[in-house]
Structure formats: structure tokens, C-alpha cells
């Protein structure tokens, strides 16, 4: 679960909270720190959350009691890039992220109506699709065979898949 003042929960099966994270701790550098999509990587131990911004950071979930020392000692997560991921989906807004259970690639969709595959280890755009209409979630199929994609809804208050200005009336179908 995400949220509007940067912080990360990760929750259990019967949605009880197991740990809280912090943007603003872990990332300081960042634009903006309100929380738009999030992925798991499959094991758990890392963490990408796109941004308002459009700025995709990836952090690390170490495991409850991993400090090493006595008692509950935790290590602190880690920027695991050294600043962003990747910095703009587009000129408009990121809503859907999702880390590929098996490559090291991950998905992002937005306002720009394109589904973009990218690199984790180049930080590089590898392939991006035109689906015809603004992407809110997307998500792997386990064995990550398959990629589901949410479209729909407006920008900006204008109409369904539309690029006009509220106001300036025109416009898509819905």
C-alpha cells in the first residue's frame, strides 16, 4: 500500500501491517513522493514505487530481524540505484508499475497511453506500445507470460481518452 505523504506499508495476507517505510528517508532527493504504483519483486526483498513525479525508485525490504546484533535489530532499507530508477514515463503521468517474477524487467503505463517494458540493469527503455487509451495498473502473470494492462479514465478532467483540456471540449470516446 501506498500513500500521498510517501510512505510504503507492506501488509500480510489478513492485511496486518508487517513494516512502514518512508520515502523521504530512504530518497531525499526525490520530486515528489507521492506514491502512484508498487511492485514486489518476486522473493520480496526489494521494493519499486513510481512517484507522482514520474521518478521510479527501487529500494531494498531486508527481512525482519536481519541486523545481525541482539535483539530485534533491523537493517534500514537501501536505495538500491543511487537515485532514481528512471526519471519520466512520459510527459504525463505514471499510474501503473509492475516488476517482471522472472527477468530483470519491469512494466510502467500512464497517461501517455503507451505500455513501456524497461531494463533493470541499463536503466533503458527496450519496448513501449501504443494500447489507445490512458494505462492505470498493469501486472505479470506469475510465470510473467502474460501482462494485464487497466485502461480507461480521463486527464486532467477532460474527457475519456482525450488529450484536451478541461474546457477546451473535444474528444474521445469513452
Not at 14 to 27: C, H, M, N
Request: net charge negative; charged share 20%.
Amino acid at each position: 500500500a501506498g500513500s500521498s505523504g510517501g510512505q510504503v506499508k507492506l501488509l500480510d495476507e489478513t492485511l496486518t501491517e508487517l513494516r512502514a517505510f518512508d520515502l523521504g528517508k530512504i530518497f531525499p532527493q526525490a520530486n515528489g513522493r507521492s506514491v502512484k504504483a508498487l511492485s514486489l519483486n518476486k522473493d520480496g526483498r526489494k521494493v519499486m514505487v513510481s512517484t507522482k513525479g514520474g521518478e521510479i525508485y527501487e529500494f531494498t525490504n531486508p527481512p525482519l530481524g536481519a541486523g545481525g546484533g541482539a535483539g530485534d535489530e533491523e537493517l534500514e532499507p537501501a536505495d538500491v540505484n543511487s537515485g532514481p530508477l528512471a526519471t519520466g514515463h512520459s510527459s504525463d503521468q505514471l499510474w501503473g508499475l509492475a516488476a517482471h517474477p522472472i527477468k530483470e524487467e519491469y512494466a510502467t503505463v500512464g497517461d501517455d497511453k503507451k505500455v513501456n517494458l524497461w531494463d533493470l540493469a541499463s536503466h533503458q527503455l527496450v519496448r513501449s506500445l501504443n494500447v489507445g487509451d490512458f494505462g492505470r495498473a498493469c501486472g505479470y502473470s506469475p510465470n510473467g507470460h502474460l501482462l494485464a494492462v487497466g485502461m480507461g479514465g480521463v486527464r486532467n478532467g477532460g474527457s475519456a481518452a482525450g488529450y484536451e483540456d478541461p474546457g477546451k471540449g473535444g474528444g474521445g470516446g469513452g
